[in-house]
């Protein structure tokens, strides 16, 4: 049940800023905002003043002036919650923001769980599930193409895929038990052609919309990036290179890395998520072998794998490396980095240049410790996930609870594919539909419960 109590937040970052913004959302949220704000213009309540309008005046606690604050008015139901909204734009001390919370909880309000002002507006219709948690994505995205995704999610593009689906699936499913209804007549209301290609329409966009959650995982958390190799050929410079930082250990001595280590930057608006393995190299020591055991590992999490080889080394054992990686890895896109271009042997680099490629593969002769050709490694990283090609309107799945309902849905309609090759009885036709409908309105929110909905908006920041 959606409480009725007027919520209050702060709605801008913690701690002290130019300005902060103070959030009250709930039936009183106006006639609290009027029992401490106090225009020197007119002098008129807020209550009186129109919709979607600005107010300059004062916080007062009694006579004892707090700020001076511009106050924003939102109305029901044209509002970001559904509800009665004010916004207290004031100076951004912490003691002040503090001040001014505690002047709205005295007169009736009370603190905003975290995600409540967006959870209203999910219950009071403004929104569905599916764009509420696309809120989150949008707050917490770190690259533009995570941007892109979430901006369309909320303005209703994934809604808008499953809603259709839905619609269409309800009117066969009537049709269908409404068969049940007339059974002794042996009637057929829902023509079963035209069931078959329409199931066979919703099967492809959800094979097609689970599938886009491969990609969409590596938009949202960043295009995962093993560096491996050698012991001692670069690959922790070359990390702590493109990271801009010194992150790992660099050293002449064989096996300092002994563990994976991982870090997330944000290079031209994309986000690569780095692996710095432990060397490869025979060893008798027992953690160092630990950690060239999570160096493979590693390889099977890795949309990209950058194998560091060194120039200075003969071919043939440079050769020997790629033979063994090209054995460990499963389609990834394999960028072999040649590294110490600048001291390497010329007949090395001679022959690695004439080198057969695979079509996944691509060849970048660097200098990590002098930054030699890293944007051009940078190019290669970027095209192994073409995410600049995402349209604007691409329907891309990012969220794991939407991609878990998409599967069980896609299940339920493939159930119903082979129900119609073998011609079975409406009645388990419905069902299979029925459990396709209840995934899909899990989604977006028509079939929902407290649990999920508090496991949801618990994630949310406190004033959104």
């Not at 002002?117 to 948690?133: H, I, P, V, Y």
């Not at 012991?231 to 990271?243: A, E, F």
């Not at 008798?284 to 200075?312: C, F, M």
Request: aromatic share 6%; net charge negative; with cysteine.
């Amino acid at each position: 049940m959606l409480d009725q109590i007027t919520i209050c937040a702060i709605a801008t970052p913690p701690g002290m800023g130019a300005i902060a913004t103070i959030r009250l959302s709930g039936e009183k949220a106006i006639e609290i905002a009027d029992s401490v704000f106090h225009s020197p213009v007119n002098g008129k309540k807020l209550a009186d003043q129109k919709p979607n309008t600005l107010h300059f005046g004062s916080i007062s606690d009694g006579n004892e002036l707090i700020d001076e604050v511009v106050v924003s008015i939102f109305k029901a139901p044209h509002s970001y919650t559904g509800e009665e909204v004010i916004e207290i734009t004031s100076h951004g001390s912490v003691y002040i923001q503090q001040r001014i919370l505690q002047l709205l909880i005295t007169q009736g309000a009370r603190m905003a769980l975290p995600g409540e002002f967006t959870q209203r507006a999910f219950l009071n219709g403004k929104m569905d599930l599916s764009q509420a948690e696309a809120v989150a994505d949008l707050i917490s995205s770190t690259n533009r193409s995570a941007q892109k995704v979430a901006i369309n999610q909320m303005r209703g593009g994934f809604s808008s895929e499953l809603s259709n689906l839905r619609k269409e699936l309800l009117h066969f499913i009537a049709m269908i038990e409404l068969e049940l209804d007339f059974s002794e007549e042996d009637v057929e209301f829902a023509d079963r052609n035209q069931l078959r290609k329409l199931v066979s329409k919703i099967e492809e966009i959800l094979r097609k919309l689970k599938n886009s959650f491969q990609l969409g995982n590596v938009i949202k958390n960043g295009i995962p990036v093993a560096i491996i190799g050698d012991t001692n050929v670069g690959k922790s410079t070359l990390l702590n290179s493109l990271l801009n930082e010194e992150k790992a250990i660099v050293s002449d001595i064989h096996g300092t890395t002994r563990d994976v280590i991982e870090d997330v930057v944000n290079i031209h608006g994309t986000a690569f998520r780095f692996f710095d393995t432990a060397g490869i190299r025979e060893t008798t020591d027992k953690i160092e072998t630990l950690g060239i055991e999570r160096s493979y590992s590693k390889l099977d999490q890795a949309t990209v794998v950058i194998l560091v080889v060194d120039t200075i080394n003969e071919f043939k054992v440079v050769l020997s490396r790629l033979v063994e990686i090209r054995k460990r890895i499963s389609g990834q896109y394999l960028i072999i980095a040649a590294n110490k271009v600048d001291r390497g042997l010329p007949q090395t680099i001679s022959e690695l240049k004439e080198m057969q490629l695979l079509d996944n593969e691509k060849l970048v002769f660097i200098a990590a410790k002098q930054n030699t050709n890293l944007d051009v490694l940078i190019q290669e990283m970027q095209k192994a996930v073409s995410l600049d090609s995402i349209g604007e309107d691409a329907v891309i799945v990012t969220n794991v609870r939407h991609f878990e309902a998409l599967t069980r849905a896609h299940e339920s309609i493939e159930r119903v594919q082979l129900g119609l090759d073998n011609l079975i009885s409406g009645d388990f036709l419905a069902q299979d539909i029925r459990e396709c409908l209840y995934y899909l309105g899990e989604i977006t929110g028509e079939i929902s419960n407290d649990e999920i909905l508090g496991h949801i908006f618990k994630n949310f920041c406190i004033g959104k």
